[in-house]
T-cell receptor, first 114, second 113 residues
Framework: GENVEQHPSTLSVQEGDSAVIKCTYSDSASNYFPWYKQELGKRPQLIIDIRSNVGEKKDQRIAVTLNKTAKHFSLHITETQPEDSAVYFCAAPRRSGGYNKLIFGAGTRLAVHP | GAVVSQHPSWVICKSGTSVKIECRSLDFQATTMFWYRQFPKQSLMLMATSNEGSKATYEQGVEKDKFLINHASLTLSTLTVTSAHPEDSSFYIC?????????FGEGSRLTVL
């Protein structure tokens, strides 16, 4: 089944700097890679996703890159702001019984210091 | 986007009692829903897949007799934690897929005393 590994577990940056979080997956058939942001005590919120037919996707300060050969994908946040502080999770699908289940990475706690 | 609502948002119960958590898709139909559990400072761990009209499928290590799942309609799935114990205290989150995206409920924080 799908195994998702995420690094680093914690990341501390100064406001305005960039932050990069990396994930690897094991199933070469996986074709959808979302990133979620979770604030304390709240539900995960999808911030960006990428499908396997493209190598990069950007949405304002957030971008995701995908390397299918190496089976890894990364989240890039530029010009970080204090409100970017949260836990970020990557995920990849594990196909089972005709549908895809999302398997999550361990999470990265991002702290952006003013 | 689609809306998934979960109730209750938090519950406190005594050890040995059962607790039911509801998950509803408000503006779309969901033949499949997923239940996750999240312990403090940890990731979301998939517990089971709820299927409308058939039995739920459970992930390895999840006791089906302890975590009862019923997918009563195309918009409602329930998770019942039976004979709850303090180690069952956690954040339980449901989710449902719609148009290729997974939408999460608000989560239910269970505390077992």
């Amino acid at each position: 089944g799908e195994n998702v590994e995420q690094h680093p577990s914690t990341l501390s940056v100064q406001e305005g700097d960039s932050a990069v979080i990396k994930c690897t997956y094991s199933d070469s058939a996986s074709n959808y890679f979302p990133w979620y942001k979770q604030e304390l005590g709240k539900r995960p919120q999808l911030i960006i996703d990428i499908r396997s037919n493209v190598g990069e996707k950007k949405d304002q300060r957030i971008a995701v890159t995908l390397n299918k050969t190496a089976k890894h994908f990364s989240l890039h946040i530029t010009e970080t702001q204090p409100e970017d502080s949260a836990v970020y999770f990557c995920a990849a699908p594990r196909r089972s019984g005709g549908y895809n289940k999302l398997i999550f990475g361990a999470g990265t706690r991002l702290a952006v210091h003013p | 986007g689609a809306v998934v609502s979960q109730h209750p948002s938090w519950v406190i119960c005594k050890s040995g009692t059962s607790v039911k958590i509801e998950c509803r898709s408000l503006d779309f139909q969901a033949t499949t829903m997923f239940w996750y559990r999240q312990f403090p400072k940890q990731s979301l761990m998939l517990m089971a897949t709820s299927n409308e009209g058939s039995k739920a499928t459970y992930e390895q290590g999840v006791e089906k007799d302890k975590f009862l799942i019923n997918h009563a309609s195309l918009t409602l799935s329930t998770l019942t934690v039976t004979s709850a114990h303090p180690e069952d205290s956690s954040f339980y989150i449901c989710s449902a897929p719609n148009t290729g995206e997974l939408f999460f409920g608000e989560g239910s924080r269970l505390t077992v005393l």
